[in-house]
């Protein structure tokens, strides 16, 4: 299961490159045993004729082309509708088929944010992340750096990312792991209580879904 962190207290910043990583270290050097695993399993299923180089392929490029859009929909729509916010609280993954999106098999967990809790995820194992609701993480994502810092100074981390938040709020930090993954559901913008969900949906962001800036309106 996922694990919660609620470090909030001073470390050495250590010598992260300000502010964020270019590159995934993960391509700086030889494939990581879960990397290598992960070829020779699909050489194997191949081989094997579970299925074809070519499905295989088909299926790589439709996961690569999933985007924030999904995610973004889910949360305009918990923004307006409190039924259904509790609902994606409940289970992402039940309330995603009623609104006919694929939130893929492994379960997610939605986590709000309000005045007092900041939630932010993480995952510091390797980059288990909810692609099917969010897309491709980014490369800061999948970062030593990112995995590392994130769990032991978050504040310090936000701020780099220019979400600077008060003394008082506190910061939950939750590491994604491959049986459970975590979505935030960021606090809806002031002024925005006459748009529809269309509207709503244009202003969540992937970074905002991670949980790690705030949302404005233009």
């Known amino acids: 299961m996922g694990s919660e962190h609620g470090h909030d207290h001073e470390h050495d910043h250590g010598d992260w490159p300000y502010p964020h990583p270019k590159q995934p270290d993960l391509e700086d050097g030889p494939l990581t045993h879960h990397m290598a695993m992960t070829e020779a399993v699909a050489e194997l299923l191949i081989d094997k004729g579970i299925f ?23 949360v305009a729509r918990a923004w307006a509708d409190p039924d259904f916010k509790a609902h994606m609280l409940e289970d ?7 609104m006919d999106i694929d939130a893929g098999g492994i379960p997610i967990m939605a986590v709000k944010n309000t005045p007092d809790v900041h939630n932010v995820i993480v995952c510091t194992l390797c980059s288990c992340y909810p692609r099917n609701l969010i897309g491709l993480p980014p490369d800061w994502y999948k970062s030593r750096a990112y995995r590392s810092r994130m769990v032991r100074e978050p504040r310090a981390v936000l ?12 910061i939950r930090v939750h590491d994604s792991t491959a049986d459970l993954r ?28 991670i949980g790690v800036t705030h949302l404005k309106t233009e």
């Open 52 to 74: 074809s180089a070519d499905e295989f392929r088909r299926q790589l490029e439709l996961m690569d082309s999933k985007s924030p859009a999904e995610g973004a929909r889910m």
């Open 182 to 209: 975590y979505l935030v559901i960021p606090r809806r913008p002031e002024g925005t209580e006459g748009m529809d969900e269309e509207a709503l949906t244009a202003l969540v962001t992937r970074d905002s879904l």
């Open 159 to 170: 701020a780099e990312f220019g979400t600077v938040l008060p003394d008082d709020v506190e």
């Open 92 to 98: 992402v993954n039940a309330a995603a088929k009623e």
